[in-house]
Nanobody, 122 residues
Framework: VELVESGGGSVQAGGSLHLSCVASGLTSAMGWFRQVPGKEREPLAAVQIGGRPNYADPWKRRVFVSTNNAGNMLNLQMNRLEPMDTAMYYC????????????????????WGQGTQVTVSS
């Protein structure tokens, strides 16, 4: 499955961004992750298609994810962005079902997008 992210860009601190990810085929689970150069990749949120999302603790009050009924799109709404949120944001997907508690484990995803850059200025 190929993934294409869109919606990244530049925003001022306190602003919001909406990212989208479209998969070329059906998936069972999709998630959003981010990586700052020199740091480890970290999860934001993920969802089993048709299930409830799992949000990483630092993001629970600032992001919202949604999917479409076809199971091939994952949207990410990010609010109250801060300069420390500047990073490359990646969409990931897998075809096999996964336990809710494992949704934020990036190593369990088999497909990754190229990433979309988000830059937050102060």
């Amino acid at each position: 499955v190929e993934l294409v992210e869109s919606g990244g860009g530049s925003v001022q601190a306190g602003g919001s961004l909406h990212l989208s990810c479209v998969a070329s085929g059906l998936t069972s689970a999709m998630g959003w992750f981010r990586q700052v150069p020199g740091k480890e990749r970290e999860p934001l949120a993920a969802v089993q298609i048709g299930g409830r999302p799992n949000y990483a603790d630092p993001w629970k009050r600032r992001v919202f994810v949604s999917t479409n009924n076809a199971g091939n799109m994952l949207n990410l709404q990010m609010n109250r962005l801060e300069p420390m949120d500047t990073a490359m944001y990646y969409c990931a997907a897998r075809s096999a079902p996964i336990n809710w508690k494992d949704l934020l484990r990036g190593e369990l995803y088999t497909s990754w997008g190229q990433g979309t850059q988000v830059t937050v200025s102060s």
